[in-house]
């Protein structure tokens, strides 16, 4: 729940329509000063996770970034917070309809730059599992993903991202989940992917590619921070250092935050041991590689 006393303390102009699919309303909160802003200012984009399933604009990442920095981002920052939706599987969604909303709903914002008072230059997104895989693949691709035709002239690019647990290598989560079921009958992360890819095209291998953050690095890629845990037993966290790894291989301005026994929402994967880093020092360090990389 996002506290009562940081919704006090700003304005949140709730259930903006940034576009309409099939007669369906795609929203997003703006969280602001109160007011609004007297000057163009940095937007950060917030994309929740749920597996492509679940949660929504108001939980998740959202809920958990807005209680720990909102309050400071907004008003000593100056930054505007707009936490998105995207179609999920009760949408009748599958690849790239997730993608395509991402998009479209920052196309909306610089299209509206001047009467929400937000600067194109410096778009941030930050996004949680299937949020984070979304904020992974803004950070290299954006031109590829356009639905909305009212939309379709503007290009954007973003400042930099965050990926919190997010999926980054399609194939190899989904041969992860394949593993899961056989060994364990832990089917949780192979339902999340069918959720994203649908389950007729699960093993799609040329799907695999299309659909994968790993596939669209390059010299174009922005700065991204990739923060996992390390006891994170929904998706893979080798497959995050293996993909920072080859980041850096690349010459690409990313870094990592490996969270000592982190399970997938950073709560502690055991009770003997907490975190390391804590809850607090997680969404600070996001919030100073965003900050570090402004316009």
């Known amino acids: 729940m996002i506290r009562q006393d940081f919704l006090d303390s700003v304005e949140c102009l709730e259930d903006v329509v940034y576009k309409t699919v099939k007669g369906h309303e795609m929203k997003l909160d703006l969280y602001r000063p109160k007011g609004g802003p007297r000057e163009r200012t940095p937007l950060l984009i917030l994309l929740h996770g749920g597996g492509w399933f679940r949660q929504d604009k108001k939980h998740e990442v959202v809920e958990r970034f807005l209680n720990w920095m909102g309050e400071e981002v907004i008003l000593k920052d100056g930054w505007q917070i707009a936490a998105v939706e995207y179609r999920m599987l009760k949408d009748h969604a599958e690849f790239p309809d997730q993608l395509y909303d991402c998009c479209d709903a920052v ?7 001047e009467k929400y008072g937000v600067d194109p230059r410096n778009i941030l997104v930050g ?18 993903w356009k639905e909305d035709p009212e939309l379709a002239d503007i290009d ?11 999926v980054l290598d399609v194939e190899w989560i989904v041969k992860s989940g394949d593993r899961k079921v056989d060994e364990t009958g832990d089917g949780r992360i192979r339902y999340c992917m069918q959720c994203l890819l649908s389950r007729g095209r699960l093993h799609d291998e040329k799907l695999w590619k299309e659909s994968s953050p790993r596939s669209y690095m390059g010299p174009q890629s922005r700065p991204c921070l990739l923060v996992y845990g390390t006891a994170d037993s929904l998706v893979t966290p080798d497959h995050a250092a293996d993909m920072y790894r080859q980041a850096k291989e690349m010459g690409l301005d990313w870094e990592e935050l490996a969270v000592i026994n982190g ?5 502690p994967g055991t009770a003997e041991q907490p975190t390391v880093p804590d809850t607090r020092s997680i969404y600070r360090t996001a919030r100073d590689f965003l900050r570090r990389h402004l316009r």
């Open 107 to 113: 196309r909306y914002m610089i299209r509206h730059a």
């Open 156 to 166: 954007f690019d973003i400042a930099a991202a965050v990926s919190f647990s997010g």
């Open 127 to 144: 996004g949680s599992s299937a949020g984070g895989y979304a904020a992974v693949m803004m950070a290299s691709e954006t031109k590829k």
């Open 263 to 267: 399970e997938h929402n950073f709560a």
